[in-house]
């Protein structure tokens, strides 16, 4: 029993259309291993930039540390001079 050329047509658009529909999944399929990439690579810069900002917050803060030490001692002297 042979095809109708009709059921050809239709088994080859059909054929088309899987084949148009792989690419499509293929060409998803990179954009999502892409994304994947750039998100893995976006991460890891924000992972070291608020590092940075742990490491400039503890050195602000050694550094307040430090200029409260000064400005009490100065205001100790300050009491004792105008005290005395």
């Known amino acids: 029993m042979s095809k109708s050329n ?5 088994l080859e658009n059909l054929e088309t259309l899987i084949t148009q529909i792989n ?7 990179n ?3 892409n994304l994947k990439k750039d998100v893995a690579k976006n991460h890891k810069v924000n992972m070291h930039k608020f590092s940075k900002l742990i ?9 307040n ?3 409260e030490k000064r400005i009490s ?8 001079v105008f005290k005395g």
């Open 31 to 33: 954009e999502q291993i």
């Open 73 to 80: 001692s100065i205001e100790k002297l300050l009491y004792e």
């Open 55 to 63: 490491e400039y917050t503890k050195i602000a803060d050694m550094t």
């Open 6 to 10: 009709s059921e050809k047509e239709t």
């Open 23 to 29: 690419e499509l999944l293929n060409e998803i399929k």
């Open 65 to 67: 540390t430090v200029f």
